[in-house]
């Protein structure tokens, strides 16, 4: 019995390293353009192992040539590059905004092949409604560029149980317990894409996943917090390179830490919220245009550039707001820089002079500089963007499923 179950574990031991050793060298073409020998060299497999590893993953449209190899000083012919297949399995990434709907589906690569975005007010509307929107334009992207998506992945403005996609609560869009992954598939199929209903499917936090895109697509450290705004405010906190989600995946409520707490009422229950003063709503009012609709951002920004001293006022105020709330989660988390995001990074030229100088004033546990607070390049698109490139990302840390579909 003891030979029977010796010999019986070692095919899933084998098939277990081979799915080890196929994410191991895909990831070196991760990296970029890489020969057989050169990943053999990388990864200390033998030359004859890389190259029926490089068959495979080709063979299952993750690989494809893309050219002689750059000269390496050796005698003899220089081999043949392989990189990331372009045409190879996508992602897919959804997004839902209070006053906003987007699709996009980025390749291997982590390149933008489609993107579409679409202006709707959501706030009130029933998921049903909502979801049946976003699946339409989930299926009219997914059909624009020719690629099959190996997953999707949504973002929302809500708090997400992440087991089993339910949204617990998303308060700008009047949403709680709204089981988004089960409902999001039963939209797709009655949009006439039962393909996509079938893929993986992850529903995160907006925050989040600007948080994760910053850290993926971004040019900062691997420990930061990233601040965003869409018409709530958003934290993500990245140490040593992994997203932190707290106990219960709630981490990064930012909004409703308290500013003021004697402040004025927030729908969350509390008082003095941070969102009082630096949300949406709040610039709006204090700016006097909280009757304007649309894009809140670009309102904005486009009457502080042309000099509104209300608008202007307005941004200093939730500046300071968010210097005071930045400099509290600096001194209890210590992470190595801040970035400004979402709609914040849009608006970065009138909030960063008052943050600077809460921070300033503030952070004194620690040293404190203000190169240490940047901008975020992604802006709006980081939630979507983070949303796709988690798909693919799956898809080189774990490449066997694929391979054995092919075979």
Same mark, same amino acid.
């Given at each position: ?8 574990? *070692? ?80 992602? !897919? ?19 933008? *092949?489609?993107?579409?975005? *679409? ?18 334009? !989930? ?63 992850? $529903? ?90 649309? =894009? ?37 988390? =210590? ?27 503030? $952070? ?44």
């Amino acid at each position: 019995m003891r030979d029977t179950a010796t010999r019986r574990a *070692r095919p899933a031991s084998q098939q277990g390293m081979r799915r080890a050793n196929l994410a191991l060298v895909l990831g070196e073409f991760a990296a970029g353009p890489r020969s057989r020998a050169e990943v053999a060299a990388a990864t200390g497999l033998t030359r004859a192992a890389v190259s029926s590893l490089v068959d495979e993953l080709s063979a299952a449209g993750l690989v494809a040539e893309c050219g002689p190899a750059v000269p390496s000083g050796r005698v003899g012919r220089p081999g043949t590059a392989l990189a990331l297949d372009p045409q190879g399995p996508a992602g !897919l990434g959804g997004e839902i905004g209070v006053e906003h709907l987007a699709a996009c589906v980025v390749d291997l690569r982590g390149e933008v *092949r489609a993107w579409l975005r *679409r202006d709707v007010p959501n706030r009130g509307r029933t998921p049903a409604a909502v979801l049946a929107d976003l699946a339409a334009l !989930l299926r009219e992207v997914a059909g624009t560029c020719g690629l099959e998506p190996a997953g999707l992945a949504v973002a929302v403005p809500g708090l997400v149980g992440a087991a089993d996609g339910t949204v617990e609560r998303a308060a700008n869009l009047g949403w709680s317990d709204v089981p988004l992954a089960a409902e999001l598939r039963r939209a797709l199929r009655g949009a006439g894409a039962a393909g996509l209903a079938g893929l993986p499917l992850d $529903v995160d936090n907006e925050a989040n996943l600007g948080g994760l895109a910053e850290l993926w697509l971004g040019e900062g450290p691997d420990d930061f917090l990233h601040l965003s705004a869409e018409a709530g405010i958003g934290a993500a906190l990245v140490v040593d390179g992994r997203l932190l989600r707290g106990a219960r995946g709630y981490a990064g409520e930012i909004g409703h830490l308290p500013v003021h707490p004697d402040g004025p009422p927030c729908p969350c229950g509390a008082r003095g919220c941070l969102e009082q003063y630096a949300g949406e709503a709040a610039v709006l009012r204090a700016a006097g245009l909280a009757d304007a609709g649309g =894009d809140w951002v670009a309102l904005l920004a486009r009457r502080a550039a042309d000099g509104d001293p209300a608008v202007r006022a307005a941004l200093t105020g939730a500046g300071t707001a968010l210097g005071v709330a930045a400099a509290g989660s600096v001194n209890l988390l =210590d992470p190595a820089a801040l970035v400004l995001g979402g709609g914040y990074a849009e608006l970065a030229e009138w909030l960063l002079p008052a943050m600077r100088a809460e921070l300033a004033a503030r $952070v004194t546990v620690r040293a404190w500089r203000d190169d240490w607070l940047s901008v975020s390049r992604l802006g709006r698109r980081g939630p979507l963007l983070g949303a796709a490139t988690g798909v693919v990302r799956a898809v080189v840390a774990d490449p066997g499923r694929f391979a054995a579909a092919e075979g």
